[in-house]
């Protein structure tokens, strides 16, 4: 099966909270990307919300269960206990753990699991305890993949901003693409599935598809958000499905 596309709203949320108005509506788009056939959506709650409001979250966590029961919420994030305590609150059906210091402007690098792993391990526990499945974002290198295994989470997210930046440059890419592959066989030697998120475009998602056929799911934000003001939302959820191989 091709991996699930889950729509991240983060941009969107940014452009509506440019001003002190209620549009783009972060709903009314979730809306549309889901009734194009996106598999879930995605959203970053940073503290400063930023982006993603903490208040959005209730909305779309309605929004699914009343309209789209068969699609999935994932709320990714930094687990301070703020973010734990959010997580628990809007009951997300997957959680995407990263290492972001909270001023960031957006991720850029996975966890170093052998040394965080003590960190790690209590707050998946914590997690899975309350019925979540959890995901890990992971630098494209094996290294650490059983670590990161040990910590009692299901999946990795692969970090594909580097894979991503190099759309100039198809030798880099391609050799980026080749560690990202790497990862994704050992974390699913290990028992971990795979999903992976940053940076992907229509043009580079079926490489990636090609390269690890067992990808669970996509997470896509930035690129999706700009091709969807030249072909709409629900125009540009088609082409990203289709990329991914639907």
């Known amino acids: 099966m091709p991996a699930k596309l889950s729509v ?45 409001r903490h208040s959005d979250l209730p909305l779309i966590r309605a929004l699914i269960d009343d309209e789209f029961p068969q699609a999935e919420f994932n709320i990714e994030g930094y687990p301070s206990e703020d973010f734990l305590a959010l997580v628990e609150k809007n ?28 960190f790690l391990m209590p707050v998946v526990k914590r997690l899975k305890k309350g019925g979540f499945r959890v995901s890990l974002f992971s630098d494209a290198d094996p290294t650490g993949i059983g670590a990161a295994r040990d910590t009692g989470a299901d999946r990795i997210e692969l970090y594909t901003g580097p894979y991503g930046s190099y759309y100039s ?28 998120g940053h940076d992907l475009t ?23 958000t700009a ?16 990329a991914c191989g639907w």
């Open 8 to 52: 991240n709203l983060n941009a969107i949320a940014m452009l509506r909270n440019r001003r002190d108005l209620p549009w783009p509506d972060v709903i009314g788009v979730g809306r549309l990307a889901l009734a194009a056939g996106a598999h879930g959506l995605t959203v970053h709650p940073r503290p400063d919300e930023r982006h993603t």
């Open 91 to 118: 009951q997300p059906e997957q959680v995407t753990l990263v290492p972001d210091d909270p001023a960031q402007a957006t991720s850029d690098h996975g966890w170093n699991f052998i040394a965080d792993a003590a």
């Open 169 to 196: 440059d198809s030798g880099k890419a391609a050799k980026e693409l080749e560690r990202l592959g790497k990862t994704a066989d050992a974390a699913l030697a290990a028992g971990l599935q795979v999903n992976a």
């Open 202 to 224: 229509v043009a580079n998602l079926p490489a990636l598809a090609r390269r690890v056929p067992a990808l669970a799911e996509v997470s896509i934000g930035h690129g999706l």
């Open 227 to 242: 091709d969807a003001l030249e072909y709409g939302m629900a125009g540009t959820v088609g082409r990203f499905l289709r």
